[in-house]
């Protein structure tokens, strides 16, 4: 397949990219800034100007957005909420501007999402079928995933990918370990809200999967059928370590540390189903916790 990648320098797109090569795909990069010398796997685009030329897009057989800038970067404060939007709505808007224009259209558009779209929903179970949380990160994944839907025709179907916490070399895993390694690690709050997480073996799998399969179309839960509760994240992580795992971080306390974040990612809970992927026959390669966190860190 011919495939165009935007957001391809990320935690997810940086092993999607490598590994849809080293499986014969050829990957066209989207980059703001290319580095010295013409190559012809690397096209420069503008999403803050919304500039992209639409024949970059023509006959590709899938696009694949990643674009969006990391939720735990930093405090949210209005102009960082205001970042991340920008982040995920310009570039999702300035892709699908240049795939109406494309003739011919690619076939797939392939966008990130999160599920975050839920919510703090408790002990409920979460289908693609479940309808949106309230808060922040809710109403971004609403926009995100509108925005991308409006690329739908006849000639092109949209995925959104909507991503758990991803376990990998990086990201939200690579924040716990300081913690843990000094001793200090364990759940947060009452440690009984649900972690939706995902390896990222299994994210790749997941957007191969989606590549190969025509009657895959809208949200797709890219998650773990395990998900774990935070204190068994906490022991979990905390036993393939060798330290401890019982100190926990009041919820007032990470409330004063990260702000309003605490709320939606850390205390908040999402008991979500892969239900599509598992409807389709999807296989995961590291459906356990343990495992998926001793290949992050090998």
């Known amino acids: 397949m011919r495939i165009v990648a935007s957001g391809a320098s990320g935690l997810i797109g940086k092993s999607l990219t ?3 090569r080293a499986a014969g795909h050829d990957v066209v990069r989207l980059v703001r800034h290319p580095s010295v010398g013409a190559r012809a796997d690397v096209v420069q685009w503008d999403p803050e100007r919304r500039s ?6 023509s006959g590709a057989d899938a696009v ?3 674009n969006g800038r990391n ?3 930093a405090r949210w404060s209005a102009g960082f909420k205001e970042e991340l939007r920008s982040s995920r709505l310009r570039p999702t808007e300035t892709l699908v501007a240049a795939i109406n224009e494309a003739d011919p259209p690619p ?6 999402s999160a599920i975050g779209y839920y919510g703090d929903r408790g002990e409920e179970e979460l289908e693609e079928s479940s309808p949106p949380g309230s808060g922040f990160l809710a109403d971004l994944s609403v926009a995100w995933e509108d925005a991308a839907l409006a690329a739908t025709s006849e000639a092109t179907r949209v995925v959104a990918i909507r991503l758990g916490m991803v376990v990998g070399r990086g990201g ?5 370990l300081t913690p843990f390694k000094l001793g200090f690690g364990g759940p947060i709050g009452s440690g009984s809200q649900w972690w939706s997480w995902v390896s990222i073996q299994d994210v790749i799998g997941a957007v191969r999967f989606v590549l190969d399969h025509d009657d895959l179309s809208g949200p797709v839960n890219v998650v773990s059928p395990e998900p774990a509760r935070c204190r ?3 022991r979990t992580l905390g036993s393939v370590l060798g330290r401890p795992s019982s100190m926990p971080l009041p919820a007032f306390a990470a409330r004063l540390a990260v702000g309003e974040m605490a709320d939606a990612l850390l205390l908040a809970s999402a008991r979500v189903r892969p239900t599509a992927l598992e409807g389709h026959g999807f296989r995961f390669r590291a459906p356990v916790l343990d495992d998926a966190i001793r ?3 090998s």
């Open 18 to 20: 490598a590994d849809l």
């Open 52 to 57: 992209l030329e639409a024949e970059v897009l």
């Open 64 to 66: 694949v957005n990643l």
């Open 71 to 73: 939720v735990g970067d």
């Open 107 to 112: 076939r797939l558009l392939v966008n990130a």
């Open 172 to 176: 939200a895993l690579a924040r716990m």
């Open 232 to 234: 068994d994240f906490a």
């Open 295 to 297: 290949q992050a860190l």
